[in-house]
């Protein structure tokens, strides 16, 4: 009978063995060689699915060591997504601004999206200052600066001048160049297949 808890001595798992002790050890040098501490400006982009998702899940991870966490919404409106209730029962934690009032093909009013997304970055210069709140989500700030909608020089300027440990993560499609090359971390969510193609409409859990 085999013993589970005994280690397989064939060539092929000895290999394997000291293939992996050898991984081991390069990704701990790896890992130990990294000192820094800091908060990191995180970027959400690209055509796929997820972007805001992603940065709900940070929001999660976040709130489960205690911290407190911002979320801000620039373009879409007070919907009633399943995020939003899930992370607001974190009441004395997460503070939710839902500032955006639509997408500009719903609003169809320029000026009207201008003076909501300036609305919504007053809230967040505020928060940009409270070394209290851990994370920090501008989400579809993206789409807001796509539009020139407020100007780059200032939303990067409050976001660099924010406490040493606060983490930003900002979210929408086609990222500007300068918020790329300002952010620690960018990922680009990549479409590859989407259910919207097929008629499959928007669903509760899902989508909102």
């Given at each position: 009978?085999?013993?589970?808890?005994?280690?397989a001595?064939?060539p092929?798992?000895?290999?394997?063995?000291?293939?992996?002790?050898?991984?081991?050890?390069?990704?701990?040098?790896?890992?130990?060689?990294?000192?820094?501490?800091?908060?990191?400006?995180?970027?959400?982009t690209?055509?796929?699915?997820?972007?805001?998702?992603?940065?709900?899940?940070?929001?999660?991870?976040?709130?489960?060591?205690?911290?407190?966490?911002?979320?801000?919404q620039?373009?879409?409106?007070?919907?009633?997504?399943?995020?939003?209730?899930?992370?607001?029962?974190?009441?004395?934690?997460?503070?939710?601004?839902?500032?955006?009032?639509?997408?500009?093909?719903?609003?169809?009013?320029?000026?009207?999206?201008?003076?909501?997304?300036?609305?919504?970055?007053?809230?967040?210069?505020?928060?940009?200052?409270?070394?209290?709140?851990?994370?920090?989500?501008?989400?579809?700030l993206?789409?807001a600066?796509?539009?020139?909608?407020?100007?780059?020089?200032?939303v990067?300027?409050?976001?660099?001048?924010?406490?040493?440990?606060?983490?930003?993560?900002?979210?929408?499609?086609n990222a500007?160049?300068?918020?790329l090359?300002?952010?620690?971390?960018?990922?680009?969510?990549?479409?590859?297949?989407?259910?919207f193609k097929?008629?499959?409409?928007?669903?509760?859990?899902?989508?909102?």
């Amino acid at each position: 009978m085999i013993d589970p808890q005994k280690p397989a001595s064939t060539p092929d798992a000895e290999h394997h063995r000291t293939k992996m002790q050898k991984r081991k050890a390069v990704q701990d040098k790896e890992v130990a060689s990294k000192t820094v501490e800091k908060g990191l400006l995180i970027v959400n982009t690209g055509a796929g699915k997820g972007k805001s998702t992603a940065a709900f899940g940070l929001a999660l991870r976040m709130l489960g060591y205690g911290r407190r966490v911002v979320v801000i919404q620039f373009i879409k409106g007070a919907w009633h997504t399943g995020e939003r209730k899930a992370l607001e029962r974190f009441e004395d934690l997460v503070e939710w601004h839902a500032l955006g009032e639509g997408f500009t093909w719903e609003t169809q009013d320029k000026a009207r999206d201008i003076a909501a997304c300036q609305r919504a970055w007053q809230v967040a210069q505020q928060t940009l200052t409270n070394p209290d709140i851990g994370l920090v989500i501008l989400d579809e700030l993206n789409i807001a600066l796509r539009y020139d909608y407020l100007p780059m020089e200032q939303v990067l300027a409050d976001i660099t001048a924010r406490p040493a440990n606060q983490h930003v993560a900002v979210t929408g499609r086609n990222a500007k160049e300068a918020m790329l090359e300002a952010a620690d971390l960018v990922t680009e969510m990549t479409l590859v297949k989407h259910h919207f193609k097929a008629g499959v409409k928007a669903q509760e859990g899902i989508e909102f």
